[in-house]
């Protein structure tokens, strides 16, 4: 498989918000007529995950917040107006100074961003919300799961996690096979990009599918309480939103 970090690196530089959603409206292109539609669909997000946990699970404070993998600031940013204080993490310093730039032009003045590293080295928590979303698929199992380990440790006693994670790519068997070629023969993903017209060096977007039973038994060791479970398909990659409080 190819450096995941150095990917993310890459779109840092090259397509920063595409990289986070991958559509033709996120382009570098087009992203000046289309950034509050970039954005507005964070600040939905943020805002369903957080009622949606106060509906289950009842009131929880709002110190501090942790966006793992937050890019250029599309979470981390309405978070700060819900939260007194939140770090964002991020392996790509490119996506890191466009989220600063992004906060700084909407006068966010609690936002606090930083380099990730497996350890979150350099996160203050304990945090009362943590939160990742479209991230960990991009990440190899072995290494994400270890992450997510931390991201547990990280969250507050009576503190709730918001979790996104890939769970399956029940395509179908060709779509199988053309991934696997991608990902492990040199030069079949260059030929894609140059079938489909994009850069040929543009990276490979990684989709790695979750053991969901492996991360279920992490929450628990963690002391966790009940998770709630949102799964959606999108006709080529099976995802569940996991929401859970620890105890």
Same mark, same amino acid.
């Given at each position: 498989?190819?450096?995941?970090?150095? *990917?993310?690196?890459?779109?840092?530089?090259?397509?920063? $918000?595409?990289?986070?959603?991958?559509?033709?409206?996120?382009?570098?292109?087009?992203?000046?007529?289309?950034?509050?539609?970039?954005?507005?669909?964070?600040?939905?997000?943020?805002?369903?995950?957080?009622?949606?946990?106060?509906?289950?699970?009842?009131?929880?404070?709002?110190?501090?917040?942790?966006?793992?993998?937050?890019?250029?600031?599309?979470?981390?940013?309405?978070?700060?107006?819900?939260?007194?204080?939140?770090?964002?993490?991020?392996?790509?310093?490119?996506?890191?100074?466009?989220?600063?730039?992004?906060?700084?032009?909407?006068?966010?003045?609690?936002?606090?961003?930083?380099?990730?590293?497996?350890?979150?080295?350099?996160?203050?928590?304990? $945090? *009362?919300?943590?939160?990742?979303?479209?991230? &960990?698929? /991009?990440?190899?199992?072995?290494?994400?799961?270890?992450?997510?380990?931390?991201?547990?440790?990280?969250?507050?006693?009576?503190?709730?996690?918001?979790?996104?994670?890939?769970?399956?790519?029940?395509?179908?068997?060709?779509?199988? &096979?053309?991934?696997?070629?991608?990902?492990?023969?040199?030069?079949?993903?260059?030929?894609?990009?140059?079938?489909?017209?994009?850069? &040929? =060096?543009?990276?490979?977007?990684?989709?790695?599918? $979750?053991? &969901?039973?492996?991360?279920?038994?992490?929450?628990?060791?963690?002391?966790?309480?009940?998770?709630?479970?949102? /799964? /959606?398909?999108?006709?080529?990659?099976?995802?569940? /939103?996991?929401?859970?409080?620890? =105890?």
């Amino acid at each position: 498989m190819a450096n995941s970090d150095q *990917d993310w690196r890459d779109w840092g530089e090259t397509e920063p $918000y595409f990289g986070v959603l991958s559509d033709e409206r996120f382009q570098m292109a087009s992203i000046a007529d289309n950034r509050d539609a970039f954005f507005t669909l964070g600040q939905a997000t943020v805002e369903e995950r957080l009622a949606t946990a106060e509906r289950h699970f009842g009131a929880f404070a709002r110190g501090s917040a942790l966006d793992f993998g937050c890019g250029v600031g599309r979470l981390s940013i309405p978070l700060a107006a819900q939260f007194g204080a939140v770090q964002g993490l991020d392996i790509a310093p490119a996506m890191l100074a466009e989220a600063r730039a992004n906060a700084d032009a909407l006068a966010v003045g609690n936002l606090d961003l930083a380099l990730s590293d497996d350890a979150l080295s350099r996160a203050q928590g304990p $945090y *009362d919300f943590v939160m990742s979303a479209l991230v &960990l698929q /991009h990440i190899p199992v072995r290494r994400g799961l270890g992450i997510l380990a931390r991201l547990l440790e990280l969250t507050a006693s009576g503190g709730v996690l918001s979790l996104q994670i890939c769970v399956g790519r029940p395509g179908s068997r060709a779509a199988r &096979l053309r991934y696997w070629a991608q990902c492990h023969v040199p030069g079949v993903h260059i030929v894609f990009n140059l079938v489909r017209g994009r850069r &040929l =060096r543009e990276p490979l977007m990684q989709m790695n599918p $979750y053991p &969901l039973n492996d991360v279920i038994a992490l929450v628990k060791a963690a002391d966790f309480g009940p998770c709630l479970f949102d /799964h /959606h398909f999108d006709g080529r990659f099976a995802t569940v /939103h996991i929401l859970t409080r620890r =105890r």
